[in-house]
Structures are given as structure tokens and as C-alpha cells.
């Protein structure tokens, strides 16, 4: 597991071996999951409990809900912005204090081709084109997962068009819109980043 403070009150976790989260509401709202889905879904949140036991105690336990823009929230506390993401087995989840945040961990796909390319890194999809397969897959998947932590934090999903974010390639920093975002190459080889807003939650 790792945990890194990306910025003043603002921590992201991620780990390929999640321990699931035993709140009784958590497990309330995985039951009838698929099996696969059930254990991601239960180890995001055993995280985010975990971050939250570490960073904001008081919170712990507060009931995961849903904030008005869709996003998670946790029920009677405003103030503490949160974030979930699984794929693959692998977790990651964001706590921030006073501001929105979002976080996407993303397992580099099989193949990445020309047109997806072109959709989400528009005229930079040439820097990636000549790369190995391998190559490709895992830097599309770091610019990927900057692009939907935006998109997250600002609390549109996929309606804010994560795609249409512009992220350079082989992202470290950067802001979009009002919120900045970091990608964590320096602490894991699985693609996971987060965004942050400055406004209150």
C-alpha cells in the first residue's frame, strides 16, 4: 500500500492487495454485487477507511454518500472531499480537507490504437504513436487517469468529457480548469493520479 500527501490535506492511497472495508453500510451497499465487483468495490473503501482512521479519525466511520454533483461524499461532513477508483484488483482512493478531489487508478489496457489515441491526447496522440505496444498502453494510461480524476473532482464524470481534458504526455503536474492535478510516477508503476480543487466542498 502506498499513501502519498499530494499537497496540503490532501492524501491518495493505492494498493494491488485491498483489505475490504468491514463498516456495516459499505457492505450493505455491496451486497448483490458480482464477485469480482463486490471484492474492488469493498477494498476501495477499506482504503478510504483506513486514510480516514490516519489523516481525519473523527471521520472514519461517517456513511459514504452521495454529494449533489454525483460524486461520493461522506454523509454529515462537507468538509472532507473523498474519491474511489478500482480497476483490476488494483484500489485507490483520495481524501482532501475543505476542497473536492477526485482519483482514477487505471491498469494500462491490452492495445491502445491510432483513434483512441487521437481522442484523448488530440495533437499530442503523435508523441505516443511510435512507442511500443507496451509502452503506449501504460503512458496513455497515466494520461487517462489524469483526465478522469478532472473530470471527478469537478464532479461531472464522464459528462465532463475526460477525453477532452488536455493532459501532456507522461504527466506529472498540471492544472485544468479550477482544480490541479498529480500523477504518482514517483510512487507506484500503476498508473493512479488525483485532482484537487481550491474551493470548499
Known amino acids: 500500500m502506498v499513501i ?5 490535506g490532501v492524501w491518495v492511497g493505492c494498493t494491488g492487495a485491498p483489505q475490504a472495508s468491514g463498516h456495516p453500510e459499505d457492505r450493505r451497499a455491496a451486497a448483490g454485487l458480482p464477485p469480482w465487483r463486490h471484492e ?12 480516514l482512521a490516519r489523516y481525519v479519525p473523527d471521520a472514519a466511520d461517517a456513511p459514504l454518500a452521495r454529494h449533489p454533483s ?3 461524499a461522506l454523509a454529515g461532513r462537507p468538509d472532507i472531499g473523498v474519491s474511489l477508483s478500482h480497476d483490476a484488483g488494483f484500489v485507490a482512493a483520495a481524501v482532501a480537507l475543505d476542497r473536492p478531489v477526485g482519483v482514477d487508478v487505471q491498469r494500462p489496457p491490452d492495445e491502445v490504437g491510432d ?3 487521437r481522442r ?5 496522440a503523435a508523441d505516443l504513436a511510435d512507442l511500443p505496444a507496451a509502452h503506449r ?14 473530470v471527478k473532482a469537478e ?47
Open 137 to 150: 498502453a501504460t503512458e496513455f494510461a497515466w494520461v487517462w487517469t489524469v483526465q478522469e480524476s478532472c
Open 70 to 72: 454525483g460524486r461520493p
Open 4 to 8: 502519498v500527501p499530494v499537497s496540503d
Open 155 to 201: 464532479g461531472t464524470g464522464l459528462a465532463g468529457r475526460p477525453w477532452a481534458v488536455s493532459v501532456p504526455v507522461r504527466p506529472r503536474r498540471g492544472r485544468w480548469r479550477d482544480v490541479t492535478w498529480v500523477s504518482l510516477r514517483d510512487h507506484t508503476d500503476m498508473p493512479v493520479s488525483c485532482a484537487f480543487g481550491e474551493a470548499p466542498c
Open 40 to 51: 474492488e468495490f469493498l477494498g476501495a473503501r477499506g482504503l478510504l477507511r483506513r486514510m
Open 120 to 124: 484523448c491526447l488530440g495533437p499530442r
Open 115 to 117: 483513434r483512441l489515441l
